[in-house]
């Protein structure tokens, strides 16, 4: 771990502001969720990525009941719940594939 040689102090709802040489470096802006670790005794931050709930995939991802699904873990449910996944090539993701029951 690099030190960067900056303090920050706390304040008493124990807020502390994340220098603009950070944010700018780590690409980090407003309204931006950013992830808090422990390790020992530090506190880790990390910007948020919003993963699939199975696989842990960061590309397409869909919103389902306020989970996070990537369409390749939708293609393998529907292959183990004995459907058909029929591929096609629409202008978007969730166009590219139709499911049919197979039984």
Do not use: C, W
């Amino acid at each position: 771990m690099i030190s960067t040689g900056i303090i920050r102090k706390v304040d008493k709802l124990g807020r502390f502001v994340l220098p603009s040489e950070l944010r700018e470096k780590f690409h980090i802006v407003e309204n931006d969720a950013l992830e808090i670790f422990t390790s020992g005794d530090m506190i880790v931050l990390k910007k948020y990525e919003a993963r699939d709930i199975f696989t842990g995939q960061s590309e397409n991802l869909i919103d389902y009941k306020d989970k996070k699904v990537s369409i390749d873990s939708i293609r393998e449910l529907a292959k183990l719940a004995g459907f058909k996944i029929i591929e096609e090539n629409g202008p978007k993701e969730e166009d590219r594939f139709k499911i049919e029951t197979i039984f």
